[in-house]
């Protein structure tokens, strides 16, 4: 005897539906490791963010103070010294940051082709164009209790992990 | 068989001949149809290399929502056709930065030399780079390059191209006032110029890819531009005007001759001989100039009206019943005096620096003088010309005409002057009138070359007899322009291949700094020891064969003379960048291509009434040895006033003139010289008034045709030539021989 089990149709679940929506602006602080096979060390660094709709502050306060600033669809990378230039190359991971604190979904399909992670509250963003995948081959987009875990896989064996925590007054 | 009937056969079989030796090659080369403004043959030489380079590119730009997402899909789209993205080309950091770290020792950018104090400011310098977050530069090469001279080298290289930067692998453009982005995608379609058909056929592909995205992102603002789509525009607009001005001219020719003339025999023998007119300036003008710029055809339709006159003349002369041998040396004198005038008319095209216009000359000068042989061979057959008499009191008012000829040009003259009075004549001196391009695709292109170039940059040509004298003539004028002010910009190609001399000084410049130390708090970091610096330098063969090939290789061209470069300069006026050049002893041409044109065409202009102020004098002496003075006179008056009435009333449905009205003017001389030359020796006998009326007829069908045609200068030349014809005309009967 078998049981013929009906097939249902199963809505999918979007993989970004881990992406919470916050109150604007959303602040916090946010630690970054960056694993380089050839370096001792990995390198790491910690500052802090704030994200509105039109623009997003991404502020290294340790070992070397810098930031970057996006106004309105302008860029800029302010250095130790303080001097401040454009830098609309820099552009597109400042805006994928962003989309990811805002929940702006459809910017990061922009750039990604976006799939279920290895573990339920993850994604996984793969670039959607072949020249991109030469330099970043995918992003990680986990959820934690207080903000995110973001892994960056480099073709180069660059492994960097930036962990986001958002302050309460966001959520 | 007819004597006349031989000579076609003769000329046609000389035809296949030439024709079977030099294979006829059309070309719609935009390039070779704009006037050669340059007088030494090495700035031509620069122009046409760098349009070529340029004239296979569609550039494409996507705006408004999901631009990126548009963009990516035509990316994808686009891999079906053999044509290259160059925007994918020019930004594969992967390759870029693998290929430029093994020459990194060379390769420093001025702004990396300002971290390179001391020890602590590199250290600084170093982490902060690490710290970037998503810099794809400094993951790339750090193994390979620990100081981190190349992604600096790249990153300041990037942003040194004004207004264009990179979203993700795509490049993007931020309107300077309205701040809107733009994703672009730049192809390179590799159409050769001469390959007309595959250009047509290249062009419609890329629009139908556009339509069918448009479809898929209906917000999306798409827009593409480049000579490729002026080329394939301009082509297709020609051969269809070819073929219905063309077309139609003929069907109303032949149905306007077989009226006239009831013997088939005729009006083939008619069509035979424009055709063979025809087909001779082919050959003759493909001979010349080894192909045909297919505008050049479109003018040179007129043919078919012009060389129909002589047959009109031959044949109105043989069915009249006058065939004395005086009658028909008339004949002779007339035709061949007529063929030297219109021939000096066309010849004068030769005068201005348009190659169209010279392939015309050579093409109606060729045809008629076929015509011309072809009619003077006629050998009289019965026929069974349409019997046609003009009544006697039409005769009679017409001779009254005669009487009044000086009031009646003193009336022209004073309508004339008053509405000059009212209504000034003004002219457009602007390039576009040569093109036939949609104003869909002329929008875009400003819009596109808004987005790319900055309004104030002005572009160069540097020569010099080797790559490394060019690279170090770029490298001192930058250098001396920047010391002047800091906010010049100069794009060129040394920033990306500096010269031999600048690598050996950076180098020379990194080992100080390494013997001094600076380097080496960084350099402990690293696992393994960490390189120090081998001397090995980019050459200009090996950047000109590898990734940066599509950098550069539409800035620098290689000759047998020398080598060519195209510098791009923001922030500094023409005449300072001309003095300092020439202080520096740099050898540069200021290119303005749309500028110079325009003054080109103006100046053409000038020279151009110039000539028609000398040819009415040539016309003058032609006729007063041949006619006496006094016709002489009268005829040179009613001429220039015949020219002068054509072009104001050309003025009154145009607006502004243009030189190739002035050039029909040219043309109308040529022809109103045979109306007066023909209505002063045989007055008004039928054959005469018929073939005059009906060589006006043919012209004035065949050149108004060109009114219709979509290109302004084909346009105005239709416009001004057939009113011009109907003046001819009219005012050549006040010159009518005293019956």
């Known amino acids: 005897m078998s049981i013929t089990v009906p097939i249902c149709a199963v809505d999918k679940v979007d993989p970004l539906d881990l992406l919470a929506t916050y109150n604007t602006p959303i602040i916090g602080k946010f630690t970054q490791k960056k694993y380089f096979k050839i370096l001792k060390k990995p390198v790491r660094s910690s500052g802090i963010f704030s994200a509105t709709k039109d623009g997003f502050n991404w502020q290294i306060t340790t070992p070397v103070p810098s930031a970057v600033i996006l106004q309105g669809e302008n860029l800029y990378l302010e250095n130790s010294r303080g001097d401040r230039e454009s830098q609309p190359n820099a552009h597109s991971f400042i805006t994928i940051l962003k989309a990811i604190l805002i929940g702006d979904k459809s910017t990061i399909r922009a750039y990604f082709d976006v799939d279920q992670g290895d573990i339920n509250t993850c994604a996984s963003l793969v670039p959607n164009l072949a020249l991109m995948r030469k330099v970043l081959t995918r992003l990680d987009i986990c959820q934690r209790t207080d903000g995110y875990e973001i892994e960056l896989f480099d073709s180069n064996d660059v492994r960097t992990i930036i962990t986001l925590a958002i302050q309460s007054d966001s959520k | ?739």
């Open chain 2, 1 to 739: 068989m007819g004597r006349h009937w031989l000579v076609i056969l003769a000329t046609l079989c000389l035809l296949l001949i030439v024709s079977y030796f030099s294979r006829i090659s059309f070309n719609n080369d935009l390039f070779s149809s704009l006037p050669q403004i340059a007088n030494q043959g090495k700035i031509a030489q620069a122009e046409q290399i760098f349009f070529e380079q340029n004239q296979s590119k569609a550039l494409i730009s996507i705006g408004g929502e999901n631009s990126r997402q548009a963009t990516l899909l035509l990316k994808d789209r686009v891999r079906d056709f053999h044509w290259k993205d160059i925007t994918e080309s020019q930004f594969d950091i992967d390759e870029l930065a693998g290929e430029l770290v093994k020459y990194r020792a060379g390769l420093a950018s001025e702004s990396y030399f300002e971290h390179l104090q001391s020890d602590d400011s590199f250290q600084l310098f170093f982490y902060e780079k690490l710290n970037e977050t998503g810099n794809p530069f400094v993951n790339r090469t750090l193994e390979s390059d620990p100081d981190l001279i190349i992604s600096e080298y790249i990153e300041s290289n990037l942003q040194n191209l004004i207004n264009i930067s990179w979203d993700a692998g795509v490049m993007q453009t931020q309107g300077q006032l309205t701040g809107d982005k733009r994703h672009w995608l730049i192809l390179d379609t590799l159409v050769a110029s001469s390959d007309i058909q595959e250009a047509i056929i290249t062009a419609m592909q890329i629009e139908e890819l556009l339509q069918n995205l448009s479809n898929d992102f209906p917000m999306a603002d798409i827009r593409y531009s480049g000579i490729l789509f002026h080329t394939a525009q301009n082509a297709s607009q020609a051969r269809t005007e070819m073929t219905v001005f063309g077309g139609a001219s003929m069907l109303l020719l032949v149905l306007l001759m077989s009226y006239f003339f009831r013997k088939l025999s005729m009006v083939i023998w008619i069509f035979s001989t424009v055709l063979i007119a025809f087909a001779a300036g082919v050959v003759m003008v493909n001979a010349i100039f080894g192909h045909i710029i297919i505008i050049t055809l479109v003018f040179a339709t007129t043919l078919i009206g012009i060389s129909m006159d002589y047959c009109l003349h031959t044949l109105c002369k043989h069915n009249s019943r006058n065939t004395s041998d005086i009658a028909h040396q008339h004949l002779k004198t007339g035709l061949v005096v007529g063929y030297i005038t219109t021939g000096l008319g066309y010849a004068s095209l030769m005068l201005t620096s348009i190659p169209v216009l010279h392939q015309v000359s050579i093409f109606i000068i060729t045809g008629l003088f076929v015509a011309l042989i072809v009619s003077l061979a006629y050998q009289p057959v019965a026929s069974q010309m349409l019997s046609f008499t003009l009544p006697e009191h039409v005769k009679t008012r017409l001779r009254t005409v005669r009487r009044y000829r000086y009031i009646v040009i003193s009336a022209v003259v004073m309508i004339l002057l008053t509405g000059i009075f009212i209504a000034p004549i003004q002219f457009n001196d602007n390039v576009r009138i040569l093109t036939a391009s949609s104003s869909e695709l002329i929008k875009n292109e400003a819009f596109h070359r808004g987005l790319l170039d900055h309004s104030d940059n002005q572009q160069y040509f540097v020569f010099a007899k080797d790559m490394q004298t060019i690279l170090l003539n770029e490298e001192q004028l930058a250098s001396s322009l920047t010391e002047l002010n800091s906010d010049i910009h100069v794009n060129r190609v040394s920033s990306w291949l500096p010269s031999l001399d600048k690598q050996n000084r950076t180098y020379q410049r990194l080992k100080s700094a390494e013997s001094a130390g600076v380097f080496d708090k960084a350099r402990n970091l690293f696992n393994n020891d960490a390189q120090t610096f081998t001397y090995m330098p980019l050459t200009p063969e090996t950047a000109l064969s590898g990734s940066l090939n599509d950098l550069l290789s539409a800035k620098v061209a290689i000759t047998d003379d020398g080598v060519i470069s195209l510098v791009g300069i923001v922030g500094s006026s023409p005449q300072q960048v001309l003095a300092i050049a020439d202080s520096l002893e740099i050898e540069i041409y200021h290119y303005d291509k749309a500028g110079d044109l325009t003054s080109a065409f103006k100046q053409m202009r000038e020279n151009l009434l110039l000539w028609v102020g000398i040819a009415i004098v040539f016309m003058f002496i032609i006729l007063a040895a041949k006619f006496g003075v006094q016709m002489a006179i009268l005829s040179s008056a009613t001429v220039a006033l015949i020219m002068f009435s054509a072009i104001y009333i050309s003025t009154l449905f145009q607006g502004a003139l243009n030189l190739f009205n002035i050039l029909s003017a040219i043309l109308i001389m040529s022809l109103a010289i045979d109306y007066v030359i023909f209505f002063h020796l045989n007055g008004l006998k039928t054959h005469n008034f018929m073939a005059i009326s009906l060589s006006a007829i043919s012209s004035i069908l065949v050149f108004g045709m060109l009114i219709f045609s979509a290109t302004p200068a084909i346009s105005s030349f239709g416009l001004t030539t057939s009113v011009g014809v109907l003046f001819a005309y009219l005012l050549s009967l006040l010159l009518q021989k005293e019956n």
